[in-house]
């Protein structure tokens, strides 16, 4: 080729049909191959400007404007299409992958201390009140702690009074309550006076009713110094039950039995419910039964390391789960370790 018109020619065809394909192209991948066949090494476009050296010299600089006004407008034909292509790209991708803000969101539960918990949590806030540290004793205790220390002899009827689960090894078994701490606080401690509250898990092997569970909380107290009466037990009790049941309850001592205290007491409160007139919780007495206590029995002092003509003590142990119990009106101990939330959410 080596005249203008011919080129003119051949401009006007590629111009018409690279617009027209760019215009057609689907994706980017198809404008990359569109502007390797017009404006790449071997592409239509350039085989022109090859076709330059043809001409002669007053045309060459026309028909070389002429081919790159076509290049010019074909490579912004491709970049605007590329845009256009790519930005669609993009907003399908927003589309599929998009989340919907508008949309109401499901609520986040919030979760709360399981009930257990907020009853022991108040009973330490009130001994720590009155001086009492917290200590943590074994959950898996010896026979002698549990039971002989305790001034429960071998083969004791007492020790009937709560069936034990043994362990493989002799004389190895789960604790039957948290007494066996008062020796562990004891021992620790002499012959400094102690005041402690041991609160932890029993077990005991019994037949699981409404009333009893085979795992159970007890909270253990103990006090233990030079001058220690049963008028101070008395007193730290009723304040305790104040605190915990309101200010106007009264607290009621009854001769009871227990082999590691002497006097044994239990300790009765006015009830929450009908403070006293008598209904149906407190099975009409007006009283309810919230722990048993005493004065430490010598036996257990000397066991402790005290000796029993110099100091003295008292001890208590209750449980609070029967406390929630009480508090909330819970008529099945089995609801509290029962984790249906239904039941827990309420507390
Ligand atoms: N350990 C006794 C029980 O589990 C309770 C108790 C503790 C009684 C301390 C007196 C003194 O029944």
Redesign the pocket.
């Given at each position: 080729m080596n005249n203008l018109a011919e080129l003119e020619m051949s401009i006007g065809v590629i111009a018409a049909e690279g617009r027209a394909a760019i215009e057609k192209a689907g994706s980017p991948d198809e404008c990359e191959q569109l502007r390797v066949a017009l404006l790449g090494r071997k592409g239509r476009v350039t085989t022109l400007f090859a076709e330059m050296r043809n001409f002669s010299d007053g045309d060459r600089p026309k028909a070389g404007l002429l081919l790159n006004q076509l290049r010019g407008q074909l490579e912004s034909q491709l970049e605007a299409k590329g845009t256009e292509l790519s930005s669609a790209r993009l907003q399908d991708q927003l589309i599929a992958e998009g989340i919907d803000v508008t949309l109401p969101g499901r609520p986040a539960h919030l979760g709360h201390l399981h009930i257990i918990t907020q009853t022991l949590r108040e009973i330490y806030a009130i001994f720590q009140q009155m001086g009492y540290q917290i200590v943590q004793t074994p959950e898996v205790e010896t026979d002698e702690m549990n039971f002989q220390l305790l001034n429960f002899p071998p083969d004791h009827p007492a020790r009937e009074?709560?069936s034990t689960f043994l362990t493989k090894q002799e004389g190895v078994i789960l604790r039957?309550?948290?007494?066996p701490g008062?020796i562990r606080v004891m021992r620790e401690n002499c012959p400094e006076p102690v005041r402690a509250i041991l609160p932890g898990k029993?077990y005991r092997y019994e037949q699981i009713t409404p009333r009893s569970e085979i795992q159970f909380e007890?909270v253990?107290g103990i006090a233990v110094g030079e001058q220690i009466t049963m008028a101070d037990l008395k007193g730290v009790l009723t304040e305790f039950a104040r605190q915990m049941f309101g200010d106007a309850t009264k607290i009621k001592l009854r001769g009871s039995y227990?082999p590691?205290?002497e006097p044994?007491i239990e300790v009765d409160v006015t009830c929450i419910l009908c403070k006293g007139k008598g209904c149906r919780i407190c099975k009409g007495s007006g009283w309810l039964e919230i722990?048993?206590?005493?004065m430490v029995h010598p036996v257990v002092l000397k066991n402790g390391g005290y000796d029993p003509e110099k100091y003295s003590g008292f001890?208590?142990?209750m449980g609070p789960a029967r406390i929630a119990m009480l508090k909330y009106q819970i008529e099945d101990i089995r609801l509290l370790l029962g984790n249906d939330l239904r039941f827990l959410k309420q507390f």
């Amino acid at each position: 080729m080596n005249n203008l018109a011919e080129l003119e020619m051949s401009i006007g065809v590629i111009a018409a049909e690279g617009r027209a394909a760019i215009e057609k192209a689907g994706s980017p991948d198809e404008c990359e191959q569109l502007r390797v066949a017009l404006l790449g090494r071997k592409g239509r476009v350039t085989t022109l400007f090859a076709e330059m050296r043809n001409f002669s010299d007053g045309d060459r600089p026309k028909a070389g404007l002429l081919l790159n006004q076509l290049r010019g407008q074909l490579e912004s034909q491709l970049e605007a299409k590329g845009t256009e292509l790519s930005s669609a790209r993009l907003q399908d991708q927003l589309i599929a992958e998009g989340i919907d803000v508008t949309l109401p969101g499901r609520p986040a539960h919030l979760g709360h201390l399981h009930i257990i918990t907020q009853t022991l949590r108040e009973i330490y806030a009130i001994f720590q009140q009155m001086g009492y540290q917290i200590v943590q004793t074994p959950e898996v205790e010896t026979d002698e702690m549990n039971f002989q220390l305790l001034n429960f002899p071998p083969d004791h009827p007492a020790r009937e009074m709560q069936s034990t689960f043994l362990t493989k090894q002799e004389g190895v078994i789960l604790r039957t309550h948290t007494s066996p701490g008062q020796i562990r606080v004891m021992r620790e401690n002499c012959p400094e006076p102690v005041r402690a509250i041991l609160p932890g898990k029993c077990y005991r092997y019994e037949q699981i009713t409404p009333r009893s569970e085979i795992q159970f909380e007890q909270v253990e107290g103990i006090a233990v110094g030079e001058q220690i009466t049963m008028a101070d037990l008395k007193g730290v009790l009723t304040e305790f039950a104040r605190q915990m049941f309101g200010d106007a309850t009264k607290i009621k001592l009854r001769g009871s039995y227990f082999p590691f205290t002497e006097p044994s007491i239990e300790v009765d409160v006015t009830c929450i419910l009908c403070k006293g007139k008598g209904c149906r919780i407190c099975k009409g007495s007006g009283w309810l039964e919230i722990l048993g206590s005493g004065m430490v029995h010598p036996v257990v002092l000397k066991n402790g390391g005290y000796d029993p003509e110099k100091y003295s003590g008292f001890a208590f142990g209750m449980g609070p789960a029967r406390i929630a119990m009480l508090k909330y009106q819970i008529e099945d101990i089995r609801l509290l370790l029962g984790n249906d939330l239904r039941f827990l959410k309420q507390f």
